[in-house]
């Protein structure tokens, strides 16, 4: 399976100690299944924008984080998205512009594992889950999906 994290995933691994198991059960769990991540260079470098946030306001980063770091710098477990496709969204999902195009631009069975509430329910009811074959869950859900 084809898997793309939001990149909320950052907050929640820097966040308490059952978000932070939560993220380190998903890395595990793309290892041990051997699913891959689909990367951009416009989403790479979001991630490491918010990862560059948490290393100026923590001492140390959390081992969720160090993991995840892990998981999208080894090149066995990324899939680049070289020429993402071009996507009209509303003004109030530009800042998902990112994320939506990695999402969209591979072909099949990929799952986009996101917190955002209103960008799932966006998806479902702009029918954009069905055009694209993408799945959407929280990160939760996602995880009994990935240890299948």
């Known amino acids: ?50 990862i560059k946030k948490y290393e100026k306001t923590m001492r140390e980063l959390p081992k969720a984080i160090k993991a995840f770091i892990s998981l999208i ?10 020429h993402p496709i071009n996507l009209d969204l509303p003004k109030k999902f530009e800042d998902d512009r990112v994320l939506l195009v990695a999402a969209v631009s591979y072909k099949t069975n990929k ?5 955002d509430e209103d960008l799932i329910q966006f998806l479902q009811e702009e029918s954009i889950t069905t055009k694209y074959h993408l799945d959407v869950a929280k990160p939760e859900k996602a995880l009994g999906i990935i240890t299948q």
């Open 1 to 50: 399976m084809k898997l793309i994290l939001n990149e909320f995933i950052i907050d929640r691994a820097a966040g308490g100690p059952d978000q932070q198991i939560s993220i380190l059960q998903i890395v595990q769990a793309i290892n041990v299944k051997n699913h891959v991540i689909v990367m951009t260079p416009d989403l790479i470098s979001t991630y490491y924008t918010k």
């Open 73 to 82: 710098q080894d090149s066995t477990k990324v899939v680049w998205v070289e």
């Open 111 to 115: 799952l986009l594992v996101t917190t």
